[in-house]
């Protein structure tokens, strides 16, 4: 019994070696060159090579400060920008970093190199007291991909 036991385990041994040699011999064969798509390759190339047709936003100021303000005044204020690229400037998405600054902002409007445009920030100072720091952030198709714009207010709570 002993015997038979060692026998079907030096079986089981050699099979799985066995196995593991021709799965590796095999693997071995496959060039991964081969695989390789001539078409996706120029299309990265292309994509590559027209990084200087990205469209550049500049902005007059990326930080607002609204001082001193009272609890429950609504302010905003706008940034305005320009387009410096060499594309067209578009503004995918703005988004608030929380329910109380809302951005409006061009929305799917191309702004053709040269041109400038606007983004008007409002801030809800309903019960936020203290030194409050805001963010929005805009989702563009510049090289970098998203632009930050910061507002701060110390808001005075109610008397």
């Known amino acids: 019994m002993k015997f038979r ?55 007059e100021k990326t930080n607002h400060d609204f001082g001193e303000i009272k609890d429950g005044d609504i302010v905003e204020t706008i940034f305005t920008f320009s387009n410096s690229g060499n594309s067209d400037l578009r503004i995918l998405n703005a988004t608030g970093s929380c329910g109380c600054t809302v951005p409006e902002y061009p929305r799917d409007v191309p702004i053709s190199p040269g041109e400038t445009g606007t983004i008007k920030v409002k ?37």
């Open 5 to 59: 036991k060692q026998t079907s385990q030096a079986s089981l041994m050699a099979f799985l070696i066995t196995f593991a040699l021709s799965f590796f011999m095999m693997s071995c064969e496959s060039d991964p060159s081969k695989k390789v798509n001539k078409e996706n390759v120029e299309n990265t190339e292309k994509r590559l090579n027209s990084v200087v047709d990205f469209a550049v936003i500049d902005f």
């Open 123 to 159: 801030f809800d100072s309903s019960n936020k007291p203290g030194m409050q720091r805001k963010t929005v952030t805009l989702t563009t198709n510049t090289s970098k991909g998203k632009e930050l714009l910061n507002i701060k207010a110390f808001v005075l709570p109610k008397n």
